[in-house]
């Protein structure tokens, strides 16, 4: 089956975006997550004028049970596959670029809860991300420098501590500090959260959430 060409992915990517909305990036897990009996995670079908895709996060169980906390990375495994429709059609992985754009897509569009916790004795604040409803990742922390701290200072630090732990999954680290800025911006300071064809034209120009490496 042949690559996605640039608009199926832009529209592949506004449908994700949409349809990731009212979840959180896994469905709830245990809160000792060493004690999980199976993988879990999610599947998006998401259909385009002439394919469907089939993209998968699942929790990384494997990593979780033998990383100490806090854990260095996100436990998130990405997978994405093109389903054929018509007799004699094959199913095949997407090529890594079209997989970093869905990657970019999902984590713009899925419930992302960022927090942060000020440290009751240290002048410097905790930087969490909630992955499902039960379950919290440390990602860094950054110094209280009290009102000299701006709110660009402040998404610029939360965006490269996310970034840190989720570089594997996009193309560059542009890409990535754009998406997580973009998240700390609606999640900490109440920015609205942009429609799909915003981010991803119709007429396919570049989305500002994107990059070339």
Same mark, same amino acid.
């Given at each position: 089956?042949?690559?996605?060409g =640039? $608009?199926e992915?832009?529209?592949?990517?506004?449908?994700?975006?949409?349809?990731?909305?009212?979840?959180?990036?896994?469905?709830?897990?245990l809160?000792?997550?060493?004690?999980?009996?199976?993988?879990?995670?999610?599947?998006?079908?998401?259909?385009?004028?002439?394919?469907?895709?089939? &993209?998968?996060i699942?929790?990384?169980?494997?990593?979780?049970?033998?990383?100490? &906390?806090?854990?260095?990375?996100?436990?998130?495994?990405f997978?994405?596959?093109?389903?054929?429709?018509?007799?004699? $059609?094959?199913?095949? $992985?997407?090529?890594d670029n079209?997989l970093?754009a869905?990657?970019?897509?999902? &984590?713009?569009?899925v *419930?992302?809860?960022?927090?942060?916790? *000020?440290?009751?004795?240290?002048?410097?604040? *905790?930087?969490?991300?909630?992955?499902?409803?039960?379950?919290?990742? +440390?990602?860094? +922390?950054?110094?209280?420098?009290?009102?000299?701290?701006?709110?660009?200072?402040?998404?610029?630090?939360?965006?490269?501590?996310?970034?840190?732990?989720? *570089?594997d999954?996009f193309?560059?680290?542009? =890409?990535?500090?754009a998406?997580?800025?973009?998240?700390?911006?609606?999640?900490?300071?109440?920015s609205?959260?942009?429609?799909?064809?915003?981010?991803?034209?119709?007429?396919?120009r570049?989305?500002?959430?994107?990059?070339?490496?």
């Amino acid at each position: 089956m042949p690559p996605l060409g =640039e $608009d199926e992915v832009f529209e592949a990517c506004r449908a994700l975006y949409e349809a990731a909305a009212e979840d959180f990036i896994l469905p709830p897990l245990l809160r000792d997550v060493e004690k999980l009996s199976t993988s879990s995670g999610r599947t998006y079908l998401v259909q385009t004028k002439a394919k469907r895709i089939r &993209f998968c996060i699942e929790f990384d169980r494997a990593f979780a049970e033998t990383s100490r &906390f806090p854990l260095t990375r996100l436990p998130l495994l990405f997978s994405g596959r093109v389903i054929g429709l018509n007799a004699g $059609d094959s199913d095949s $992985d997407l090529c890594d670029n079209e997989l970093y754009a869905l990657i970019s897509a999902f &984590f713009l569009g899925v *419930k992302a809860p960022i927090i942060t916790e *000020k440290d009751s004795v240290f002048p410097y604040y *905790k930087i969490l991300l909630q992955l499902s409803s039960t379950f919290f990742v +440390e990602c860094g +922390e950054f110094l209280d420098q009290g009102a000299d701290l701006t709110a660009d200072m402040i998404c610029h630090r939360v965006s490269m501590s996310l970034y840190n732990k989720s *570089k594997d999954f996009f193309r560059n680290s542009r =890409e990535g500090l754009a998406v997580w800025n973009m998240r700390a911006t609606q999640e900490l300071f109440g920015s609205p959260r942009p429609l799909p064809e915003v981010l991803w034209p119709i007429d396919n120009r570049q989305p500002d959430a994107g990059g070339d490496k």
